[in-house]
């Protein structure tokens, strides 16, 4: 497929659908610092204006269980197993508290975010790859996938030039991959790249640069947004001659 293609499709073929409720399930993935915040927070505010109701939940931002992850965090207390589990169950209460009744309810949910982060990261640990999926096994799928992905070293400028500097465990600091800190990112981040790599055929990303403006970039999520509720509406109106 052509490099210049602005949207790709990792997997062509059919798929079951995500899940059985009426609401629409969209994750932006991508690494730290490609802009999935921003682009999710635009696809809300474009959707609310077309007249959809929509929520936008954040990795890590259960009431029940993310101060205790930022606690873990602050003493570098987290180990490989401990790191999987919290996360897990950070996305469990979500999942049962925000996602589900959403979905339910007919709404348009935009994770900032999902368990393919936690994929990423858990096997870049040394956390097995089998066990970890079987970790996540109780998230629905969601309906489109889209990965915003950039280059190690714009990434590398950008959160730089955003950020002023780098995070323990954004940079693998954790598990000793190098002393310096740029390096420790840099060997970090190129083997969180290469998770996602092999994810992105697994489970039917949408690959987008990360690197394109941030107009052009939302422009491509809200085209592919928009096919996707029109063949909704399609299947409905079908279904009601």
């Known amino acids: 497929m052509a490099k210049d293609l602005k949207v790709q499709d990792s997997n062509n073929n ?4 995500a899940h059985p409720y009426p609401g629409k399930f969209i994750v932006i993935e991508g690494t730290d610092g490609v802009g999935r915040s921003t682009q999710a927070e635009s696809l809300k505010n474009w959707l609310a204006i077309e007249g959809y109701g929509v929520v936008v939940t954040e990795w890590k931002s259960s009431e029940l269980i993310s101060t205790v992850i930022d606690k873990a965090k602050s003493k570098n207390a987290l180990n490989t197993i401990t790191f999987s ?6 996305l469990a209460d979500r999942l049962n508290s925000l996602i589900l009744p959403a979905l339910k309810a007919g709404l348009i949910v935009i994770a900032d975010r999902y368990f393919y982060t936690a994929l990423a990261r858990d096997v870049v640990r040394g956390a097995d790859p089998s066990w970890v999926r079987k970790l996540y096994g109780f998230a629905v799928d969601p309906d489109m996938i889209f990965y915003l992905k950039m280059p190690l070293e714009p990434l590398l400028r950008r959160i730089i030039t955003t950020r002023g500097g780098l995070d323990f465990y954004e940079s693998g600091r954790d598990i000793g991959m190098s002393t310096d800190l740029y390096q420790s990112f840099k060997l970090y981040q190129s083997q969180i790249l290469f998770e996602y790599e ?6 039917n990303f949408k690959v987008v640069s990360a690197d394109d403006p941030i107009d052009v970039v939302q422009k491509v999520l809200r085209g592919s947004v928009r096919q996707l509720l029109a063949e909704e509406a399609a299947i409905q109106q079908s279904k009601s001659i």
């Open 14 to 17: 059919k798929k079951k659908p």
């Open 198 to 203: 092999h994810m992105m055929e697994e489970y």
């Open 85 to 90: 589990l919290l996360y897990a169950t950070d």
